[in-house]
């Protein structure tokens, strides 16, 4: 009798595990669902090339089901695997090569006149062009101000999910984004008086 208790014991303690396993696992399939569109976006921010951001988004969910046993000590998932996704890009950024630089164009020469084929086209080519220096004027942001600005505005994180994805305090992140928005704002301006 106590032979079969222990054998009972043994399946309880397997199939308790296994139990374990599979809701580890679905804990991180739901992580996911849910935030892989965020985790690849800023893999993204920090690579700026799709085939590198879809690697970095893989490596940060296989890193999130490595350590799923972590995962109920998690308070904030979105901030948990906005951190990992920006660890893994900057780690992959470093070992590519591929420190994002400032673009080849000058983010400063004025914009061409889009080419008149009507109203709707007209506004849809200005606006391409406004985002792609946008885009270019942002990057030539220093680092430190660029990062926070980049998950703040772009991301939509709140000033503490940025804080503690990049290791900084909150009025660290207010800051720095205030100030990256007054150069962008800036430089908008000098170029729109042009």
Sequence with gaps: MIEGERVLAGEAILN???????????????????????????????????????DATQETFLRVLRYSSKLAAVEDAKTWLA??????????SKQN????????????????????????????????????????????????????????????????EVATTLGINEAAVRSRVFRARQILKEKLVGRAER
């Design 16 to 54: 308790g595990a296994a139990t374990a396993e599979r809701s580890a696992g679905d804990a991180v399939e739901e992580l996911v669902q849910a935030h892989s569109r965020l985790v690849y976006r800023i893999a993204f921010a920090v690579l700026r090339r799709h085939q590198d951001a879809e």
């Design 83 to 92: 951190r990992i996704a920006w660890r893994v890009a900057v780690d992959c």
């Design 97 to 160: 090569g591929r420190q994002r630089e400032i673009p080849l164009d000058d983010p400063e020469k004025p914009l061409p006149e889009p080419a008149a084929s009507g109203p709707q086209a007209d506004e849809t080519l200005h606006g391409a062009q406004m985002s792609a220096v946008i885009e270019k004027l942002i990057a030539a942001l220093p680092r430190k101000l660029r990062e926070p600005l980049i998950l703040s505005t772009v991301e939509e994180m709140s000033p503490r």
